[in-house]
């Protein structure tokens, strides 16, 4: 994989990562809440925050208090982070991508360690896996749902190790695609992969400017979402053909009015209730 792999410094291959272990740990604070306030968002990490004070006098430092640390309670990571370290695990042992690796990982991870708030949907798939009598492993996840499979975010949660380990565009796609469906087989859900693992990708490579990498993303994703698949999946679901790619452009439109209202900003990102299949809760 040595000839495929980005070259990227170090902190930005860790900041990667732990950026979105963070994310993960956070979110889950508030994973399934109908709502959270800003006001309620702020104190809760601003509670984890390390907090500059003098060295105390007197007598010694209650627990949690030293380096001026406040006492906080401890973050879990959930099923997003261990299957993006699974990923993460085969592309360095193998070199390359491996499907049959990987999904090996994901299933003996979870089998090792199974609460992490797995969904129901993939915990069959990494049953079906786990049996001797598996030969292909994308077939449980075609199987998801009488055959329509899933369409949630798992794909796209833990598909940032692919963006650090290909630096080619088209390989970033195919491989983000392939992940996917290791475990979401509808086009939603290996699609929604390929535009986190994209925007990754450009973010990684030092694209700033809001504009470009919005019409990078724009551009990628309308190529993406042309194939016949996409097209179908998003009919049979009740979609409008290329989600993805409009709501990119709605985005695009928001940010150059400036001045948007939420309720705009929610009828025209979340209809016909796309967001609400797409939670992190969601197989």
Same mark, same amino acid.
């Given at each position: $994989?040595?000839?495929?792999?980005?070259?990227l410094?170090?902190?930005?291959?860790?900041?990667?990562?732990l #950026?979105?272990?963070?994310?993960?740990?956070?979110?889950?604070?508030?994973? &399934?809440?109908?709502? !959270?306030?800003?006001?309620?968002l702020?104190?809760?990490?601003? &509670?984890?925050?390390?907090?500059?004070?003098?060295p105390?006098e007197g007598?010694a430092a209650e627990p949690?208090?030293?380096?001026?640390?406040r006492?906080?309670?401890?973050?879990?990571?959930s099923?997003?982070? &261990?299957m993006?370290?699974s990923?993460?695990?085969?592309?360095?042992?193998?070199?390359?991508?491996d499907?049959?690796?990987?999904?090996k990982?994901f299933?003996?991870?979870y =089998?090792? /360690?199974?609460d992490?708030?797995?969904?129901?949907? !993939? @915990?069959?798939?990494?049953k079906?896996?786990l049996?001797?009598?598996c030969? =292909? @492993?994308?077939?449980? *996840?075609?199987?998801?749902?009488?055959g %329509? #499979?899933?369409y949630?975010?798992?794909?796209? $949660?833990? !598909?940032?190790g692919?963006s650090? &380990?290909?630096?080619? @565009?088209?390989?970033? %796609?195919?491989?983000? %695609?392939?992940?996917a469906?290791?475990?979401?087989?509808n086009?939603? #859900?290996?699609?929604?992969?390929?535009?986190q *693992?994209?925007?990754?990708?450009?973010?990684l490579?030092?694209?700033?400017?809001? =504009?470009?990498?919005?019409?990078?993303?724009?551009?990628? $994703?309308? =190529? @993406?979402?042309? /194939? /016949?698949?996409? !097209?179908?999946?998003?009919?049979m679901?009740?979609?409008? /053909?290329?989600?993805?790619? %409009?709501?990119?452009?709605?985005i695009?439109?928001?940010?150059?009015? #400036?001045?948007?209202?939420?309720?705009d900003v929610?009828l025209?990102?979340?209809?016909?209730g796309?967001?609400?299949?797409?939670r992190p809760?969601d197989p």
């Amino acid at each position: $994989m040595a000839a495929k792999v980005a070259r990227l410094t170090r902190s930005r291959c860790r900041g990667c990562l732990l #950026g979105a272990l963070l994310g993960d740990c956070l979110g889950g604070e508030f994973e &399934a809440r109908e709502s !959270v306030s800003a006001p309620e968002l702020l104190r809760f990490v601003l &509670a984890l925050r390390p907090l500059p004070s003098p060295p105390r006098e007197g007598p010694a430092a209650e627990p949690g208090e030293e380096s001026g640390r406040r006492v906080s309670k401890i973050l879990y990571y959930s099923d997003d982070t &261990a299957m993006a370290h699974s990923i993460v695990r085969s592309l360095l042992a193998k070199q390359d991508f491996d499907e049959v690796d990987m999904a090996k990982r994901f299933a003996e991870e979870y =089998d090792k /360690d199974p609460d992490r708030s797995y969904g129901g949907g !993939v @915990v069959t798939v990494f049953k079906k896996l786990l049996s001797p009598k598996c030969r =292909d @492993v994308f077939e449980p *996840a075609r199987q998801q749902f009488n055959g %329509k #499979g899933s369409y949630g975010n798992g794909g796209a $949660m833990r !598909v940032a190790g692919i963006s650090l &380990a290909y630096s080619d @565009v088209q390989d970033v %796609k195919k491989y983000a %695609k392939l992940s996917a469906e290791l475990t979401h087989a509808n086009s939603l #859900g290996y699609n929604g992969a390929i535009l986190q *693992a994209l925007a990754v990708h450009y973010a990684l490579h030092g694209e700033s400017n809001r =504009d470009k990498f919005l019409d990078h993303l724009i551009g990628q $994703m309308e =190529d @993406v979402e042309a /194939d /016949d698949k996409s !097209v179908a999946d998003a009919q049979m679901l009740g979609y409008e /053909d290329r989600p993805f790619s %409009k709501r990119l452009k709605k985005i695009r439109e928001f940010l150059e009015q #400036g001045s948007v209202s939420r309720s705009d900003v929610l009828l025209e990102l979340e209809p016909q209730g796309l967001s609400q299949e797409c939670r992190p809760s969601d197989p």
